[in-house]
């Protein structure tokens, strides 16, 4: 077993590969009661094309979210069950690039551990499993219909999004869904649900050499299959736009949302470390637009918007910086945005603030051993890494670096979205 230390703090994370070269990486805190377990594949719902050795290979997007739902399926039932009878409960969730299988625990927390490596390694898949699930995938798809965020947000990422398959929904559309065989499933659990693909996350209360010891012990024996090399295809995304305004209505939408988006190309700035562009932005949106900045008490004040926030994306190449605000006057808050985006420049306090509140923020997430996970979890999917170099990256940025990244944001290059209370006809 190995320690990783966790620069400014006296965290550490203990990690070893089990006997199949699944790596596991673990994070202990006695002082709380419960214990959080993850096993998470590395696919998720952009890997709908693929190659292994040579050939390439196209499933239907939702295939990742699917075979989630269907894992919880065993010979003599639902595993959700067996759980219980451990005191324990379960969960799995689909996202991007990663599926996790977790288990929350205070109890039988080795035995938990055991079954949950024992469910997912488990290739067991009928035809009629996959049509009885259908329905139910299908009805969960419908309902998102009903939700006006969730058809503002898939609006936005296809009129933002050009290639990159994250403009597509990770349960699949209704098509997809209709389309997934017995075939696909079993392909992309062979291909992907492999140790080699796969990665364990434990926080929590526990002895880490027993786990150690329990995870060692369970898959000393297990065998799986030789096979090629498998590689996700990725899109890489284009700078355009596929509109410059959208709007949309709906019923059950009370007031008026914006979302107003700026799209550059992560090959147009003069520092090449995605993570450091990432960070070096919401530096300084949140210095600017954040939620004690003068910009954001100015729109409230004056009730030009009820909320405001900012966010920094990124997808396959794609630099996005959004803003999203509720009000009934868009083009006037659009236009203080624009305003507002010219020259500004962060300052050495508005730095230093941001650095003492990553500080404070940084100390208080070991306090949450869910948060804890979370963060190794999406550390370890972006840089296979367990230890995220956020809070570090934020402590070595200057002023003059940030100031040069944002320089090369494209403002000319943006889209604005609305959705829209659908008005009732008079009768």
């Known amino acids: 077993m190995k320690e990783i230390k966790i620069n400014n703090s006296d965290e550490k994370i203990y990690t070893f590969n089990a006997p199949t070269k699944l790596p596991v990486y673990m994070w202990v805190n006695d002082k709380k009661e419960n214990t959080y377990i993850s096993l998470v594949v590395r696919y998720g719902s952009t890997g709908t094309d693929f190659k292994i050795g040579n050939v390439t290979y196209n499933v239907p997007t939702g295939v990742a979210h699917y075979l989630e739902h269907i894992k919880f399926h065993v010979k003599d039932g639902e595993i959700s069950d067996q759980f219980l009878d451990l005191g324990c409960d379960t969960n799995a969730y689909t996202s991007l690039r990663e599926t996790v299988f ?12 055991r079954l949950l490596l024992n469910f997912v390694y488990e290739e067991y898949f009928t035809k009629k499993m996959i049509e009885d699930e259908r329905g139910i995938i299908l009805e969960e798809a419908n309902s998102s219909k009903d939700n ?9 990422l296809k009129n933002y999004l050009v290639n990159s398959n994250v403009r597509n929904p990770v349960i ?10 017995l075939g696909d499933i079993q392909l992309i659990y062979n291909s992907f649900y492999r140790p080699e693909n796969m990665f364990m996350v434990i926080t929590g209360n526990f002895d880490p ?9 369970n898959e000393k024996n297990r065998e799986f299959k030789p096979i090629k090399t498998v590689k996700v295809i990725e899109k890489i995304e284009k700078k355009d736009l596929n509109t410059k305004k959208y709007s949309i209505k709906s019923k059950a939408c009370i007031n008026t949302t914006a979302r107003l988006s700026f799209k550059t190309m992560l090959k147009e700035f ?6 450091t ?3 070096a932005l919401r530096c300084i949106l949140s210095a600017k637009f954040g939620s004690t900045s003068d910009f954001n008490e100015h729109l409230l004040q004056n009730n030009f918007a009820t909320y405001f926030y900012d966010s920094v994306l990124y997808d396959d190449g794609a630099v996005g910086i959004d803003f999203c605000f509720q009000t009934e006057e868009v083009d006037k808050v659009k236009k203080l945005i624009l305003k507002e985006l010219k020259d500004i420049k962060i300052t050495k306090e508005e730095l230093k603030r941001i650095q003492t509140v990553s500080d404070a923020n940084f100390i208080m997430k070991f306090d949450n051993i869910y948060n804890v996970a979370a963060s190794m979890i999406t550390s370890l999917i ?4 367990p230890v995220s170099k956020t809070n570090q990256i934020i402590k070595n940025l200057t002023v003059e670096k940030i100031n040069e990244i944002y320089s090369h944001v494209d403002l000319n290059n943006y889209m604005i979205g609305t959705l829209k209370p659908e008005k009732k006809e008079a009768k």
């Open 102 to 113: 977790e288990v929350f625990a205070n109890n039988n927390i080795y035995d938990a551990t």
């Open 148 to 156: 006006p965020s969730y058809v503002f947000y898939m609006e936005y």
């Open 209 to 217: 050499k027993k786990m150690e010891e329990i995870i060692c012990d």
């Open 172 to 181: 699949g559309t209704e098509k997809d869904i209709k389309q997934i065989t």
């Open 382 to 385: 972006e840089n296979n890494d």
């Open 277 to 279: 562009i990432l960070t």
């Open 270 to 275: 003069k520092c090449k470390d995605k993570d």
